[in-house]
């Protein structure tokens, strides 16, 4: 059980984070999060933000979570006091992403220094969720974009035309001969290229690999899938609004499809990591009985 | 349980509250370059044989501050659109746009070619990236050849010049970058590029030779805006005996 003593220092420590950070936060809702230059990676943020809540109540819910660090704390500072020069800078010279990445290391350094080896375990992850809530500069959404779309159509053009379909590439483009000889064009912009399932896809497969009973190492093998596991997710929804396109004409493609064709992609990829890690919770267990 | 100590409290409290306060802090303003620099103004009405046909002055297109494009005729009847951008900030806004990326991006059939420097002097060059697009469709090809000067420095390292954005972002700069584009249409089917590259590398120098100072600084780096050494005289002896002569009648008017 928390005791209300317990509780006094943390909430007051929080308040003044909140304090600092909300402004931040409420810069990345109105612009960041719906910016079309980042192609909408960060449209999930606004589930995310509770979902990081729900995570660090769950973990302060252990008893004994705030029982005082006694030895060692010059790491703590050190993080601490790198988080606030961080934010401080960014501050100054209005750097959105050091303004939000600083609050890693603040928290961590914080937690660090006050509180238990027990305490930063549990915390961390709830903290860290913070990576996929925070921007990262347009530059690197830029560096994935491109290659991913380039990737996509020449994937998704280079099959179709193996089984059999008229289909043409031009550039970021398909262009697929229907049956009654019109021509139906696919551009692969942005928003198709796969980023923006990308990133909530890492959060949510960090989520649910967190949650599984399972080891660090596995875990991390299992994350590193992620990204494979969205690009051939992304691939498949692009594949379905081809043949759409092909056998229906581009208007029943663009239409409630395509904002239908994204949860395909989600459930592909978060279905393959479902069953690998349940295949691998299973080997784990016949390893420990036998 | 074990008694948590003031001090620690104290120092993380003193901390998080610069925390809190600095979303107040004043900004500081940014060291931004000019947002022009004058790009058509530098275009030469000829350089070496080659004659100006006209200047398009596309401002404002695509982000670009300055986006220049100025076709240059020859005699023999071949033509090299020259192109020139200017970007203040390599952010967003006024990024440059990369010749080899937006043609793959617009559907054109691109062929890389090796990256090759470009001498403009005995002891100075530019890298260049050169390579041929096509229209998706179309037969006919052209050889483009482009370089971007990043803060002084000829480049075409793309990822460079973003992680020098990224560096100056976080101490508070921007980015400046000019991109140096020759455009060389061509009308037969050419299997040798050595004739392209040559071409190109001549019409290179021969702007630089056009230029002044200002303009060398920026679509050829700060090194080729410092006085170049001056060329040794192509013949020796003729100098030589002019001097030999001087001194020859200086002695015997002297006599």
């Given at each position: 059980?928390?005791?209300?003593?317990?509780?006094?220092?943390?909430?007051?420590?929080?308040?003044?984070?909140?304090?600092?950070?909300?402004?931040?936060?409420?810069?990345?809702?109105?612009?960041?999060?719906?910016?079309?230059?980042?192609?909408?990676?960060?449209?999930?943020?606004?589930?995310?933000?509770?979902?990081?809540?729900?995570?660090?109540?769950?973990?302060?819910?252990?008893?004994?979570?705030?029982?005082?660090?006694?030895?060692?704390?010059?790491?703590?500072?050190?993080?601490?006091?790198?988080?606030?020069?961080?934010?401080?800078?960014?501050?100054?010279l209005g750097?959105?992403?050091?303004?939000?990445?600083?609050?890693?290391?603040?928290?961590?350094?914080?937690?660090?220094?006050?509180?238990?080896?027990?305490?930063?375990?549990?915390?961390?992850?709830?903290?860290?969720?913070?990576?996929?809530?925070?921007?990262?500069?347009?530059?690197?959404?830029?560096?994935?974009?491109?290659?991913?779309?380039?990737?996509?159509?020449?994937?998704?053009?280079?099959?179709?035309?193996?089984?059999?379909?008229?289909?043409?590439?031009?550039?970021?483009?398909?262009?697929?001969?229907?049956?009654?000889?019109?021509?139906?064009?696919?551009?692969?912009?942005?928003?198709?290229?796969?980023?923006?399932?990308?990133?909530?896809?890492?959060?949510?497969?960090?989520?649910?690999?967190?949650?599984?009973?399972?080891?660090?190492?596995?875990?991390?093998?299992?994350?590193?899938?992620?990204?494979?596991?969205?690009?051939?997710?992304?691939?498949?929804?692009?594949?379905?609004?081809?043949?759409?396109?092909?056998?229906?004409?581009?208007?029943?493609?663009?239409?409630?499809?395509?904002?239908?064709?994204?949860?395909?992609?989600?459930?592909?990829?978060?279905?393959?990591?479902?069953?690998?890690?349940?295949?691998?919770?299973?080997?784990?267990?016949?390893?420990?009985?036998? | 349980?074990?008694?948590?100590?003031?001090?620690?409290?104290?120092?993380?409290?003193?901390?998080?509250?610069?925390?809190?306060?600095?979303?107040?802090?004043?900004r500081v303003k940014k060291r931004e370059?000019?947002?022009?620099?004058?790009?058509?103004?530098?275009?030469?009405?000829?350089?070496?044989?080659?004659?100006?046909?006209?200047?398009?002055?596309?401002?404002?297109?695509?982000?670009?501050?300055?986006?220049?494009?100025?076709?240059?005729?020859?005699?023999?009847?071949?033509?090299?659109?020259?192109?020139?951008?200017?970007?203040?900030d390599?952010?967003?806004?006024?990024?440059?746009?990369?010749?080899?990326?937006?043609?793959?991006?617009?559907?054109?059939?691109?062929?890389?070619?090796?990256?090759?420097?470009?001498?403009?002097?005995?002891?100075?060059?530019?890298?260049?990236?050169?390579?041929?697009?096509?229209?998706?469709?179309?037969?006919?090809?052209?050889?483009?050849?482009?370089?971007?000067?990043?803060?002084?420095?000829?480049?075409?390292?793309?990822?460079?010049?973003?992680?020098?954005?990224?560096?100056n972002g976080?101490l508070g700069r921007s980015?400046?970058?000019?991109?140096?584009?020759?455009?060389?249409?061509?009308?037969?089917?050419?299997?040798?590029?050595?004739?392209?590259?040559?071409?190109?590398?001549?019409?290179?120098?021969?702007?630089?030779?056009?230029?002044?100072?200002?303009?060398?600084?920026?679509?050829?780096?700060?090194?080729?805006?410092?006085?170049?050494?001056?060329?040794?005289?192509?013949?020796?002896?003729?100098?030589?005996?002019?001097?030999?002569?001087?001194?020859?009648?200086?002695?015997?008017?002297?006599?």
């Amino acid at each position: 059980m928390i005791r209300d003593g317990e509780m006094r220092v943390p909430l007051a420590l929080a308040g003044l984070l909140l304090v600092g950070f909300v402004p931040v936060f409420v810069g990345y809702a109105r612009l960041d999060w719906r910016s079309h230059a980042l192609a909408g990676a960060y449209t999930h943020a606004w589930l995310a933000i509770p979902v990081m809540l729900w995570l660090f109540w769950r973990a302060t819910r252990q008893p004994g979570m705030f029982e005082p660090r006694l030895t060692r704390r010059w790491p703590g500072y050190l993080l601490l006091a790198l988080g606030v020069v961080l934010k401080v800078h960014g501050e100054l010279l209005g750097y959105n992403v050091l303004r939000g990445m600083s609050l890693i290391p603040i928290a961590l350094g914080a937690v660090a220094v006050l509180y238990s080896a027990r305490t930063f375990r549990a915390l961390f992850f709830p903290i860290a969720f913070l990576l996929f809530i925070v921007p990262v500069p347009n530059f690197v959404i830029d560096t994935l974009t491109l290659p991913l779309r380039g990737l996509s159509t020449t994937v998704v053009s280079r099959s179709l035309a193996a089984v059999g379909y008229p289909v043409e590439q031009t550039g970021m483009a398909m262009v697929l001969t229907a049956p009654d000889g019109g021509r139906r064009q696919l551009d692969i912009d942005e928003s198709c290229s796969g980023i923006r399932s990308l990133v909530a896809l890492l959060a949510l497969g960090a989520l649910f690999l967190h949650l599984q009973p399972l080891r660090p190492g596995v875990k991390v093998a299992l994350f590193l899938l992620v990204p494979a596991l969205a690009v051939l997710g992304n691939l498949m929804r692009i594949g379905v609004t081809a043949l759409i396109a092909y056998h229906a004409g581009t208007e029943a493609a663009a239409g409630f499809f395509h904002g239908f064709s994204g949860l395909i992609g989600f459930l592909i990829t978060l279905g393959g990591l479902v069953v690998l890690a349940r295949l691998l919770a299973r080997t784990n267990e016949e390893e420990g009985g036998a | 349980m074990p008694e948590r100590p003031r001090m620690e409290v104290l120092v993380v409290a003193v901390l998080l509250t610069v925390v809190a306060v600095s979303p107040w802090l004043p900004r500081v303003k940014k060291r931004e370059p000019a947002t022009r620099v004058g790009l058509a103004s530098l275009l030469p009405d000829h350089v070496g044989e080659w004659g100006l046909l006209e200047r398009r002055d596309i401002a404002g297109v695509d982000g670009a501050n300055e986006l220049v494009e100025a076709p240059y005729v020859h005699p023999d009847g071949s033509l090299i659109q020259l192109t020139l951008e200017y970007g203040s900030d390599q952010r967003r806004v006024h990024e440059l746009h990369y010749p080899h990326i937006c043609h793959r991006v617009r559907g054109d059939v691109i062929v890389l070619l090796p990256q090759a420097p470009l001498y403009i002097d005995r002891d100075l060059a530019v890298p260049t990236f050169p390579f041929h697009w096509r229209e998706s469709g179309s037969a006919r090809s052209v050889y483009c050849r482009f370089w971007l000067v990043a803060e002084g420095t000829p480049t075409v390292d793309v990822p460079k010049v973003k992680l020098h954005q990224l560096v100056n972002g976080f101490l508070g700069r921007s980015t400046s970058a000019v991109m140096v584009r020759m455009d060389l249409p061509l009308t037969e089917v050419v299997t040798d590029d050595a004739r392209l590259r040559a071409m190109t590398a001549q019409f290179a120098v021969e702007l630089y030779r056009a230029l002044p100072s200002e303009g060398r600084r920026l679509l050829f780096g700060d090194l080729a805006a410092a006085p170049r050494p001056q060329a040794a005289p192509k013949t020796v002896l003729r100098g030589g005996m002019k001097a030999q002569l001087f001194r020859f009648f200086s002695k015997t008017e002297g006599t």
